[in-house]
């Protein structure tokens, strides 16, 4: 092996943004994975999509939390039968930082102290959280884990007299079609101890024109979100997208019970991606699919919850019954 053999292997192996790339636009129908959109652009654009009028799903979550912190973390602490454990509280994703606080509050006025592990894929959005969490809540000791929490959880098992409760919330879970999503919290589970607890947020059912708003803002910065997809492909791929030949569209597929995001072209025309050596054909009124965003029906993420190994305690809601917070202790 000759020293200068590494740079060139490493040289090919394709960023996991290329690789998505050439594959999703390179079947047909042309897909993009979610994830695509929280560059920097694209992650303050979803900060503004949650102050939006039209976004319920962030406000209204945030309200069953700041009704039943208090209860939520008890019921986490006490919860699969007696005794009273010191709860340490892990995140999936590092990004809801703002209702995380909430539930963090009442954990250091039940217990004093709490370590806080959010788990993310971005270093950066770690630090963030880091900084913020440890600056605003005396008490919280943030100790962040960089890894991939979809292909199952790997963490320290809790010690004696402590339990751990994973906070996946914000409808993050929404993201994922059934099957992948049982996936991801049987992955989750295993990682646990029983005992340990699970408090998951999903966005529910609700009138078709509600949905519809929440995805195609009056303001137009849903369309920008997802139009980034694109601009972040020429900015990291060199592609030349033109953004004015893409349109932003949100559908409610009532079958599926999701709203589906896709960009859709304008005209037929080609699009270049330099660094992948790649012409991508567009037909007019060809879509690209960029996210689901699944909505439960009542029931359902308790029944997601059975399934996959952890036995629902208590949902909460909203007085409109538009979102729905649940917990559950790994069996
Ligand atoms: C972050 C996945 C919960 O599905 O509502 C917001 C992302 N997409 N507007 C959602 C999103 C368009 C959001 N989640």
Redesign the pocket.
Known sequence: MNAFALPQIKARVESPVASAARKGLSTQPKRLP?WL?YDADGSRL?DQ??HLPE?Y?TRTEREILAANSTEIIAQAAQSGGTGQAKLLITELGA?SADKTRLLLKAAVERQGQVIYEPVDVSASALETARTRIEEEIPGVHVAPRLMDYTHGLKVEQAGAGERRLVLYI???I??FEPRPAAQLLRGVRGGLQPGDTLLLGV?LVKDESTLMA??NDAAGI?AR??LNMLARLNRELGADFDLRAFAHR?VWNQDKSR?E?HLESLAAQRVRLASLGLEVRFRAGERIHT???YKYAPGQVEALLSATGFAPESTWTDARGWFAVCLGHAE
């Open positions: 979610p959109f979803f999509i949650t976004y799903l990004g914000g409808s993050s929404g993201n966005d929440a995805y849903t979100f997802n949100a709203i995001m996210e689901n965003s």
